[in-house]
């Protein structure tokens, strides 16, 4: 067994919404038949399923609940007879539901498509930049737009000459209402520019057993996310920020993060730093809810599991934000973001010229 592409998930903390529920079928289309269930698949399945959540999942009493719960009704007979896979994988998702909620963990039937590489979170090729819009809103504002943290030399590139060409800005609002995720590399880049001073933005644990097995890409010595104490089967780290020097305005401009539903993943690490570091003011919606990180994990030989292996979270709070979001400071609908950050920048609308250009 495998967490597929557990090495890359790692390294950009990604965590990976559900795959979408497939579409009801149009009228013009035909339904797909149903997969078969076979018993000794299923039952193959649920054991894996409890020996992988013990070892690997996020909370080590919560994976130990689960297993225990798969084992009981195991034993008990209630996997021993279903209409077909997909309502026996639906009835195991729902089972593990019931013990303890998160938005990740689910028994799929497995698939190609299921097991294919993650596509870019910037939604276009791996080589395009993540960065979508950026410039000059209005004297001393400047804007930048993305869709992703891909973490590609097309992005990095682009957000080193955005710092270049904008490093007097007095305001700088960061659009991140489309960000589906990515990794640490574009926000560092920015963190080091927006801070005066080496301050802890959030903390980061996975499982112990994972890294053993799996390895990781953090080195032990990386001062951006060196390792802390942690609990027992757990391996802690701290995001940390370190100043770039020569400093620019930036250090002291304001900053305004917008957010929307849509805002997923990394975008939601970046958002949570920048709140309770005080460091920007969120505007816009709550973000969506998608905190803990992981990867596919075939079981028996029809069905696959997504096992969350670590989360992201406030160190003051223990809290992270898996199924609630990052909440904004100021709550306004998405579409009003952007012009709620302008008025706080000082920017009437009339003077946004530039802004037509941006959208």
Not at 147 to 159: H, I, M, Q, R, Y
Not at 263 to 271: L, M, R, Y
Not at 291 to 311: E, K, L, N, Q
Request: charged share 20%; glycine share 8%; hydrophobic share 45%.
């Amino acid at each position: 067994m495998r967490l597929v592409s557990l090495l890359a998930l790692l390294a950009t903390c990604v965590a990976a919404p559900l795959a979408a529920q497939a579409a009801a079928p149009s009228s013009s289309q035909t339904p797909k038949a149903k997969v078969p269930f076979v018993k000794t698949d299923a039952e193959a399945a649920v054991r894996e399923l409890a020996i992988v959540l013990e070892e690997n999942f996020v909370f080590p009493d919560k994976g130990n609940a689960y297993a225990a719960m798969l084992r009981a009704k195991l034993d008990s007979g209630a996997y021993s007879l279903f209409p077909n896979a997909e309502a026996f994988a639906s009835r195991v998702t729902a089972d593990l539901q019931a013990v303890h909620a998160d938005g990740h963990l689910r028994l799929r039937l497995d698939s190609p498509e299921e097991q294919s590489a993650p596509p870019s979170p910037s939604g276009g090729p791996p080589t395009e930049s993540g960065v979508v819009k950026s410039g000059w809103v209005a004297d001393g504002v400047a804007y930048i737009r993305f869709d992703g943290f891909p973490g590609n030399e097309a992005t990095l590139s682009d957000v080193r000459k955005f710092i270049d060409l904008h490093g007097s800005a007095a305001n700088l609002i960061i659009d991140a209402r489309n960000h589906r995720g990515g990794g640490l590399d574009e926000m560092n880049l920015l963190f080091a520019r927006l801070f005066a001073k080496p301050t802890v933005l959030v903390q980061m644990d996975i499982r112990q057993a994972v890294e053993e097995k799996h390895g990781t890409p953090f080195a032990d010595d990386d001062p951006v996310v060196p390792k802390i104490a942690g609990p027992r089967t757990i391996i802690r780290r701290q995001h940390i920020v370190t100043p770039a020097t020569p400093a620019t305005a930036l250090r002291d401009a304001k900053v305004y993060l917008l957010t929307s539903n849509k805002t997923a993943s990394a975008a939601e690490h970046f958002a949570l730093s920048l709140k309770r570091t005080r460091r920007a003011t969120l505007i816009g919606e709550a973000t969506k809810g998608a905190g803990h990180f992981g990867g596919m994990i075939p079981m028996g030989r029809s069905y696959a599991a997504f096992i969350p292996v670590g989360r992201t979270f406030d160190p003051d709070t223990g809290e992270g934000w898996e199924g609630v979001g990052v909440k904004p400071d100021i709550e306004v609908p998405a579409d009003h973001a952007l012009d709620e950050a302008l008025r706080m920048a000082g920017v009437a609308s009339t003077d946004a010229a530039a802004l037509a250009a941006l959208q």
